[in-house]
C-alpha cells in the first residue's frame, strides 16, 4: 500500500493548500480592509494554481493509477476503494481544466466579489456586468474542457452535485413548481398573519447572544468554530475542527441573524460531523452541496421554524428583548415567522416561495451558460420569471439580479442544490423520525442531540463515501422525492392559514 | 533581463505564499478557535516549508547569476543592480543552512515555546534549562553554517540587522548605558511622579475610538488596514495594502492599549509606506528589525508621549471618558504617561530605562552564542546585570530571565535591534525637523502629515534599497548614534523631574 500511503500524503498537502486558500476567503469576506483585495486576488489564485498543479500532475495519476493496482482485490465498500473512487472522479474532471484557467478563474472570482458588493451598493447592474460576462465566459469554457452529454450546465452542476443533470432537476423542479405554485395560490386566499413583532427593535447584541445559545445547544462546537459578521452569511471550514460561520444582524427585522444563524449552523454541524480517522483525507469533505444545504434546510425550518421549537424557546426570547414581544403570543410569533409572502429576496423568503426563488436563478443561469440568455438581458429576464413565478417585480436590481454573491463567486450550478437540499430536508427527517420516534419527543423538549446523531452516523460520518443518490438511497431506501416536502409545506402552513 | 523577469515573477509567488502564511498567522492570534491549532500549525509548516523550498532551489540560484549577468553593465544604484544585492543576501544566507537543522530548528522551537510556556508560570528555570542548552547549540551551529568574522553572534545579528557587527553594537551601547545610567540615577534624587490617574476604570470601546481616531490622524491608512485584538500586540502585513496591527486593553492601565497602539502605527505606517513600484519585488519590505523599532519608537514616546501631543489631545481623552479625569491636569497626566522607575518586566519599562533591559539581554545572549555563559549560569547573570543597571534584583525567574518569549523561539539577536531602533528614532527625529521646522510647528498643532511625508520620502521609500548603516548614513549624514536619543532623554525627563 505504498502508492496509497503516498496518494494520501499528496492529498493532506493539498487539503492543507485549500484550507489555507479559505481562511484568506474567510477573511476576505469578513474583515480585509478594501485596499486588500488586488493583493488577496492573487494570493487566492497562487494558493488555488498550487493546490491544482499538485492534483493534476503526471505523477498524482501515476500514483492514483498504481494505488488503485495496489487495492484491487480489496472489498468495494472498503474506505481504501471508496477513497479512490472519489479521488479518480475528481482528477479525471480536474485534468480536463487547464491550469491556466484555473487561475484566470480565481482572480476574476476575487476582483469580482468587490465588483459585486460596490454595484449591489449602488444597484447598478451596468456596473458588474463586464465582470459578470468575463465570468461567466471562463465558466462557459470550464464547461466545454469537462465535457458533458445533453446540456452544458451538467458539466458546471456535476461539480456541485456530482451524478445529477438537468433533464433530472428539470423533472423534479416541474412536479415541485407545480405543488408550491398550488399551495401559494391557496395561501392567497386566506387572510394574512402579520410578520410586524418581528419588525420591531432588536438590539444586535441580544440578538448574538439568544442565537448563539440556541446553536450551542444544538450542538455547534465553539471550541471548534465560531461566528463572524459577513455581507453574505456562509459557512466554511478550515477542517472539521475550525468550521466557521457567518451572519449579519438587521435590527428592524429578527428573522435576518435568527434563522441565518441557525440555517448556517446547519451547515456547520455538517462540517464539524466528519470522522476523526477521515481528517484530511478525500472522504472527510461534504457529498454535495444540496446534501449540505439538507442540513442547514433541517435545522433553519423543519427544527427552527417548528411549533415544538418556540414552545420551549420563545420565553427566553421574551427575556432576551425586554418588553419588545410581551403582548404577542407564542402562537401569534410562530405565525409571524412562518408568514407566506411572495417577496424580492432569496434568502428571506419564507418555506413556501423559497424554492421557486431558486427555480428563477436555475432557469436564468441555465440559459446564461447555454449562451441563450446575454448578461444585458439578465435583469429583464430575472423581473420576467418574478412576476411569473412570483407575482411581484423586484423595486431595484439591488433587491433582483444583483442580491446574491453566487455569480460574482463563479458558482454557476450552485443553485439547484438549494431546492435539492430542501427537499431532502423533509425526506431525511421523516426517515429519522420514523427510525427512532423518540427523537420528536426530545425535540418537543428542545433537546436536540437524538436528531444529531441521527444526522452524524446516517449522513455526517460517511462524509464522500457515497454519491448523493447513493447516499439518499441507502438512507431512505428510495431516490430523492419531493413528496416528503410538499406534504410537509401542506401540513404546516395550511394549518397556519386554516 | 529574461532573466531577471523571472525571477522576480518566482519572487513574487514566494511573497504571495508568506502573506498567506501571515494571514493565517494572524488569524491564529485573534480569531481561531482552540481546536483549529493542530491543523493551522500543519497548514503554516506546508506554507513555509513550500516558500523556502522555492527560494532555495537550485534554479533560484541559476536565475539569480544568470540575471546578475544581464544586469552588470547598468548602475549600481538602479533598482535592478539593488534589488539583486539584496537577493544575493538572502539566498546565500538561505542556502548555506542546512534543511535538517532548519527542520531540527523548527521543532526544537515548537517543543521550546511549550516548556517555556510552564517553566514561566512556575518560574522554574531549571525546567527551561535543558530546552534553552538545545536550542542555543542548534543557533550556535547556525551560526557557524552561515560563517562570521570575529565573534559568532555577529551571524545571527545579521540576520536582523543586516550588516552590524557585536564591535559597533559594544560600542554604541556603552556610550548609551552610561548616559542612561547616569539618568537613572538622577532621577531616583527627585520627587516620584503619581501615574495612579492612569489606573482608573478606562472602558474598552472609549480606549479603542479614541486610539483609533488618533492613529487615523497620524495616517494609518483604514482603508489599507485595520486594528484587532490579540494577547500579544503585533503588526503584521499582507502587502503594503492590507496591514493589520492588533492591541489588548486593560480597563485599569490606560497606556497598555493606547500606548501600545501607537507603537503597532509606527510599525504599520512603514509596512503601508512601501512604493507602488516595489510591490511584490525584493526591495519592498523592510530594511531590518532595527529601522521598524524606529519608526514604532518614534510615533509612540518621540511623538505620542510628548507634551505637544497632550496639549493637543488630552481634552479629548478626558471627553472620551467622562469624569474619570476631571481632576487630572494636562501637565500632571502628562508626567504620569512618562513615570520613569526601574522594573522588572521589559515590555513595561519606559523610555530611560528600556535600553537597559534590552542591553542586559544582549549581554548575556552574546555571552552564550560564545559560549562563554552556560545555561545555568544565566539566572545569576540576569538578576547581577539588572542590580547593576537598573538597582533592582528580579523577585523570581519569571519576572527575569523567563519573561521573553524570544529564546524559547530561538531569536538569538534579536534583542539589541530594539534599542538600536530606540536610539534611532531621535537621531532621525532631529534630522527630520532640522531639514523641515515646519514639523514641529505641525506637531504643536496636531497635525502629523509634514512627519509622515519626510519619513515616507526618507525611510518608507527606499524599503530594502540599502543596508540600514547606509540608509542611516544617507538620510543623517553620519553613522547611528546615541548622542541623539541621549539628549532627547536628558531634555524631557530633566524637565518631568525638575
Avoid at 9 to 19: Q, T, V, Y
Avoid at 76 to 103: C, F
Avoid at 335 to 349: D, L
Wanted: hydrophobic share 40%; glycine share 8%; net charge negative.
Amino acid at each position: 500500500m505504498e502508492n496509497y500511503a503516498k496518494l494520501l500524503a499528496r492529498m493532506k498537502e493539498i487539503g492543507h493548500l485549500s484550507s489555507a486558500a479559505a481562511v484568506l476567503g474567510w477573511d476576505q469576506q469578513c474583515y480585509m480592509p478594501p485596499g486588500g483585495a488586488p493583493e488577496r486576488a492573487e494570493q487566492l489564485a497562487l494558493l488555488g494554481t498550487l493546490a491544482h498543479e499538485k492534483f493534476t500532475d503526471e505523477s498524482t495519476g501515476a500514483l492514483l493509477a498504481a494505488a488503485e493496482a495496489e487495492v484491487a482485490l480489496l472489498d468495494d465498500g472498503s474506505d481504501e476503494k471508496l477513497t479512490l473512487r472519489v479521488l479518480r472522479r475528481d482528477y479525471d474532471q480536474a485534468v480536463k481544466i487547464p491550469a491556466s484557467l484555473v487561475a484566470e478563474l480565481a482572480k476574476a472570482e476575487a476582483l469580482g466579489h468587490e465588483v459585486w458588493v460596490q454595484a449591489r451598493e449602488k444597484s447598478d447592474f451596468a456596473h458588474f456586468a463586464p465582470t459578470l460576462e468575463k465570468i461567466l465566459e471562463l465558466s462557459r469554457q470550464k464547461a466545454q474542457y469537462l465535457g458533458y452529454e445533453d446540456h452544458p450546465y451538467n458539466a458546471l452542476l456535476d461539480r456541485y452535485e456530482p451524478g445529477a443533470t438537468v433533464a433530472q432537476v428539470d423533472r423534479v423542479f416541474a412536479e415541485l413548481r407545480g405543488g408550491l405554485v398550488e399551495l401559494v395560490a391557496y395561501i392567497k386566499t386566506r387572510p394574512q398573519v402579520s410578520d410586524k413583532p418581528l419588525r420591531r427593535g432588536f438590539p444586535e447584541q441580544g440578538q448574538r447572544t439568544f442565537a448563539e445559545a440556541v446553536i450551542a445547544k444544538m450542538g455547534f462546537d465553539f471550541d471548534r468554530g465560531r461566528q463572524d459578521k459577513a455581507v453574505h452569511p456562509f459557512c466554511t471550514s478550515f477542517g472539521k475542527d475550525d468550521v466557521r460561520i457567518t451572519t449579519r444582524y438587521e435590527t428592524d427585522w429578527l428573522p435576518a441573524a435568527l434563522m441565518g444563524t441557525i440555517h448556517e449552523t446547519g451547515h456547520a454541524l455538517y462540517e464539524q460531523g466528519f470522522q476523526e480517522k477521515d481528517t484530511n483525507t478525500p472522504l472527510g469533505g461534504a457529498v454535495s452541496l444540496g446534501i449540505h444545504e439538507s442540513q442547514s434546510r433541517l435545522w433553519e425550518n423543519i427544527v427552527g421554524r417548528s411549533r415544538a421549537f418556540w414552545d420551549i424557546h420563545y420565553g427566553e426570547l421574551q427575556l432576551t428583548f425586554p418588553g419588545a414581544l410581551d403582548d404577542v403570543s407564542v402562537n401569534d410569533f410562530y405565525r409571524a415567522i412562518n408568514k407566506v409572502e411572495p417577496s424580492f429576496i432569496r434568502v428571506e423568503a419564507d418555506e413556501a416561495t423559497y424554492c421557486l426563488h431558486v427555480m428563477l436563478r436555475y432557469e436564468i443561469e441555465k440559459r446564461m451558460v447555454a449562451g441563450e440568455l446575454a448578461v444585458a438581458d439578465v435583469p429583464g429576464a430575472w423581473n420576467a420569471l418574478m412576476e411569473e413565478y412570483l407575482g411581484v417585480t423586484p423595486d431595484s436590481d439591488a433587491n433582483g439580479c444583483l442580491q446574491d454573491v453566487h455569480w460574482s463567486s463563479g458558482l454557476f450550478g450552485y443553485f439547484p442544490t438549494y431546492a435539492l437540499g430542501t427537499m431532502l430536508a423533509s425526506q431525511l427527517y421523516d426517515k429519522a423520525t420514523g427510525d427512532n420516534p423518540q427523537i420528536k419527543t426530545d425535540l418537543n423538549k428542545g433537546e436536540f442531540a437524538s436528531l444529531l446523531a441521527w444526522l452524524r452516523t446516517n449522513v455526517h460520518a460517511p462524509g464522500r463515501r457515497y454519491l448523493p443518490a447513493e447516499l439518499v438511497e441507502r438512507v431512505c431506501g428510495e431516490p430523492a422525492q419531493s413528496r416528503s416536502y410538499l406534504k410537509y409545506l401542506n401540513d404546516k402552513f395550511r394549518a397556519i392559514y386554516e
